[in-house]
């Protein structure tokens, strides 16, 4: 921890006056959305506050991904965007941070001159010096290098939710699918002590927040750091996660299908705290697909582990991702994921178009299934999973479902919203009071991404 982290938060730290204010943009993941909450964390240590809007803020972070191309590319637009600001108010500092800043480093310097920092993922702890460095000389740089094992352990950190709490268990990645850009921006696999992870549970739980999100890239892979020889698992993880006196949900993702062992099915079904929700990314009904992609399962393995969960935990919902248009996917290969989905029947999708990444191997075979096809398999895909979706939803019409409450609705006012515990998004009448409560709601209608229901009370009185 730095000096300037002990300054009061009425004023900036040293080497930060005239900056008061600060805004960042987050793309990406659950673990990018996290990383902004420790990235405000920090900056909020420093003594600056949220700024309203872009055009107040005196420091503004990009808090970017890099997962497809499309997504990386927004990043330079945004900074296109932010030029003007910049050359308004020439003392803004301007950040790039998370995956993209890992993958072009410097690059981004050349690309966009006006950018003052540049911040990858496992860098958090470079922040305050980034800025300051920023300020004196401009260009401030801090990437990891993929061959540190070292992950910083953040105490500040500014959660978006007053409900739920994401807590990482484990950073990077050391799966290495074909197309998938992960392991390099964010780096091989770190796990957290387990010491570190309950602990934080329970500052989280002292803090009201009672729903807990175990985050990791590959969650299911977690081991103990110490290595060999210490008895834990995730499966181990996750019963004591789900123990901590005051939790009363646990959710974890991201899951992998080759490491998703029964034992953990076990731990759902034993533990009351454990949400019935599973997202478990398949990517492709294809065993040949599969097999190039470098998942390590075959469908047949996929559809057995989704059996025994179904079976266990019978109100289980479950969410994956696939992606159409890999390289060399035939009609008929595509064709087998449509036969998947029908037979899976999952409660959501996550659907991409294959997308090349810089370093990974699949980006050195042809992409040869043209942007047509993969946009007419897209929809075909997107098309199949609306009427499924439709379906699972009206038959929830009528039930009573318990929703934690998190917070005002987006869509109207009076209204508020919540989660299931099999992560149905629910919309129902109500007020800010009743954040952090657990209320019995009938539903009411479905729609096809969300859920409208009135509390169990409102039907009695
Ligand atoms: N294990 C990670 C996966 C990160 S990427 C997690 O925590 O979710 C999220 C999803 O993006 C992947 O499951 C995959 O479906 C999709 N994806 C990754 N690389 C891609 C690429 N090159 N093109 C298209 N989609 C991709
Ligand atoms: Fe990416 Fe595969 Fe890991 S999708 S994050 S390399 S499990």
New binding site residues.
């Given amino acids: 921890m730095g000096p300037a982290r002990e300054e009061s938060a009425a004023r900036p730290a040293a080497g930060l006056e005239g900056l008061s204010t600060y805004r960042i943009e987050t793309w990406g993941c659950q673990m990018n959305e996290h990383d902004s909450e420790k990235m405000a964390g920090v900056l909020q240590s420093l003594g600056l506050r949220a700024a309203p809007n872009v055009e107040e803020a005196d420091v503004i972070l990009l808090n970017t991904c890099s997962v497809r191309e499309k997504a990386a590319h927004k990043v330079f637009t945004r900074l296109g965007q932010l030029k003007r600001h910049k050359t308004a108010r020439p003392h803004t500092v301007l950040g790039v941070c998370g995956c993209v800043a890992q993958q072009e480093q410097e690059r981004i310097f050349a690309r966009a001159p006006y950018v003052d920092l540049v911040m990858g993922p496992r860098r958090l702890d470079a922040l305050p010096e980034l800025i300051e460095d920023s300020r004196r000389r401009r260009r401030a740089l801090a990437v990891f290098d993929p061959k540190e094992s070292l992950v910083p352990e953040n105490e500040e950190v500014l959660r978006v939710s007053r409900t739920r709490a994401y807590v990482t268990v484990m950073e990077g ?1 050391n ?3 074909t197309f ?1 850009i ?2 390099f921006t964010r780096g091989r696999e770190v796990c957290r002590a387990p010491e570190a992870i309950l602990g934080e549970a329970r500052r989280c739980v002292a803090g009201g927040l009672i729903e807990i999100e175990l985050l990791g ?2 969650v299911n892979a977690w081991h103990h750091p110490g290595g060999g020889g210490q008895p834990w698992d995730f499966t181990r993880l996750l019963g004591a996660v789900a123990r901590v006196p005051g939790v009363r949900r646990v959710r974890f993702t991201t899951s ?1 299908p080759l490491h998703f062992k029964n034992s953990i099915i076990e731990a759902m079904a034993a533990h009351d705290a454990i949400c019935h929700h599973l997202h478990l ?1 398949v990517q492709s009904g294809s065993n040949g697909i599969l097999g190039r992609m470098h998942r390590g399962y075959t469908r047949e393995q996929y559809m057995d582990r989704v059996a025994r969960l179904r079976e266990r935990i019978p109100d289980v919902t479950l969410s994956t991702d696939i992606i159409v248009g890999f390289p060399g996917e035939t009609d008929h290969d595509f064709e087998l994921t449509m036969e998947m989905v029908r037979l899976v029947r999952p409660d959501s999708i996550f659907s991409f178009i294959y997308s090349p990444r810089p370093d990974t191997p699949a980006a050195e075979w042809p992409d040869d299934v043209s942007p047509a096809t993969k946009k007419d398999r897209l929809h075909r895909l997107q098309r199949l999973q609306d009427e499924i979706q439709m379906e699972k939803h009206r038959a929830l019409e009528g039930s009573l479902m318990e929703v934690l409450v998190d917070g005002p609705s987006s869509r109207k006012p009076g209204q508020v919203c919540g989660r299931t515990s099999q992560n149905h998004l629910v919309n129902l009448p109500g007020d800010p009071s009743m954040v952090g409560r657990f209320v019995p709601v009938k539903v009411t209608h479905a729609g096809l991404h969300s859920l409208t229901g009135l509390p169990e009370s409102h039907l009695t009185s």
């Fill in positions: 990645c799966k290495n699918c998938c992960v392991p890239q590959n992998h990314p």
